[in-house]
Every structure is written in structure tokens, then in C-alpha cells.
């Protein structure tokens, strides 16, 4: 029987391509939900069980055509998914550089298999580096291997270099004055004679020069070396003794 439209076929049937049809079941093809039986509704181009109109869902899933399922894990057909931010997220180390991830465009994100779109645990980890947030110092420090990953900020330790007459507090090194006591718990130990060890350095000028130093601009300068060599008692070292600095 030709037709314009259903209210001109009979009851269990439909009007399509301009005839009357049987109405279609689950499973089967459709235009509308007028085309499907029983209440049926018609998604995905499939008379369906459901509208099934949530996110990562579909009528027709290979397998289960005709029942509203969950879109298999790493796939998203219909691009419903979008861009992840991950805004938090490193990396890992490149060398001695720590750097963020970028954020995941659409194309790299999927649906998860359970109803929704993979978020940043999923997508960051496997992202490009952005931008460095931490560089070691090459000298005095050491990464830890334990940060930089996922939502772990970088961490840069501080250590002690070989050989001894190096030593280092909080990642920055300085050369300390031969027969140095090396270093204890990152902390460089006094080892000058008794005498040199003074809590106040602005020394009086004739102890200065019996000790063969003399003085220029609030320094120590050691006398009768080879080149300069220039003194100072960094602020971190306990009892503030003196040592030579980098030149």
C-alpha cells in the first residue's frame, strides 16, 4: 500500500520509501522511532532498547547491536570525547631536566570503556613534554627518580661531589681551603687552625697581616699565593669559617 506517511498504514506497520512496512524490531534498521515496535527506540540507525544517548554509548556496538552498550575501551567513534587538560602532570626526567606534559587533544583521547571519555591518568602520562619546570645543577645535585612522574613534582637532591674538598648545602657548591674537614649530612666541617676560627670576621688589620692575610673591602685576601685568592664564610656554614670561594 503507497503512503505519505504512518496514519495511513495499518496498526504494526510504518510508512517508509512511500509503501507501508512491518514495523522493525530490535536490532533491525530504522529511520525513527516510529519505525520500531513495542516502544522501541530508534538509535544509531537501530531500533534500540533504550535512546541511549549517554556519552560512550552506542546501538550498535559490534556484538550487540539493538542494546545500548558501552563504547570498547581506546575507541570513540562518533568523537565525543575531547581535550584533556593536563594542567599538573610531568613528563618524566630528560637527563638532569624535569618538564610538564602538554594537554591530550581530542584525537588522542578515547572512550574508556566504562560509559566516558578517558581523563588525564589515562591520556597525560603518554603526552609530549611542554615546558622545563626543574633543571639539576650538573654538579651539586641529583634527581629523584621517585618525582616527576604523574602529579609528582620534581625533586633535585643535594650531594656531596668527590673528591671532599668540594662540599655542598642545598645544591650549590663551593671550593673550601685546604685540609678541609669535608662534609657531614650536607653541612661542610671546620677544620682552619684554632686560631683562624673566629665567629667575627672583621678582623683587626695587624691580626690580618700576622696571620699573612690582609684586608680589602670587608675580605680576606691570602697573601704570597699564586693569582688572588679570596676568602669569604658563607652564611650556611656553622660557625662561620672561613672559605674560599669560587673565582
Request: hydrophobic share 30%.
Amino acid at each position: 500500500m503507497n503512503c505519505t506517511n504512518s496514519s495511513q498504514c495499518d496498526a504494526g506497520a510504518f510508512c517508509g520509501t512511500g509503501i507501508c512496512q512491518p514495523l522493525r524490531n530490535q536490532g533491525q534498521t530504522c529511520a525513527a522511532a516510529s519505525d520500531c515496535a513495542g516502544g522501541l527506540a530508534c538509535a544509531d540507525g537501530f531500533c534500540c532498547n533504550s535512546s541511549c544517548g549517554s556519552l560512550c554509548q552506542a546501538c550498535n556496538v559490534a556484538g550487540s547491536v539493538g542494546t545500548c552498550t558501552n563504547i570498547p575501551a581506546g575507541s570513540d567513534p562518533a568523537s565525543e570525547c575531547g581535550l584533556v587538560s593536563c594542567a599538573g602532570w610531568y613528563a618524566g626526567w630528560t637527563g638532569d631536566v624535569c618538564n610538564t606534559a602538554q594537554n591530550a587533544p581530542a584525537a588522542a583521547v578515547d572512550c574508556n570503556g566504562s560509559g566516558a571519555c578517558e581523563g588525564a591518568p589515562q591520556v597525560c602520562p603518554v603526552q609530549a613534554v611542554n615546558a622545563v619546570v626543574l633543571d639539576c645543577n650538573n654538579t651539586c645535585q641529583v634527581k629523584n627518580l621517585s618525582t616527576c612522574t604523574g602529579m609528582v613534582a620534581p625533586v633535585c637532591n643535594a650531594f656531596t661531589p668527590m673528591p671532599n674538598t668540594q662540599s655542598c648545602n642545598s645544591g650549590v657548591c663551593q671550593q673550601n681551603i685546604p685540609l678541609h674537614g669535608g662534609c657531614a649530612a650536607d653541612l661542610p666541617q671546620p677544620h682552619e687552625p684554632p686560631e683562624l676560627q673566629r665567629r667575627d670576621l672583621r678582623w683587626p688589620r695587624q691580626r690580618l697581616r700576622r696571620h699573612g692575610h690582609r684586608q680589602r673591602g670587608g675580605r680576606a685576601l691570602l697573601a704570597g699565593q699564586r693569582g688572588r685568592v679570596v676568602w669569604r664564610a658563607p652564611a650556611s656554614c656553622p660557625g662561620r669559617q672561613l672559605r674560599r670561594a669560587a673565582t
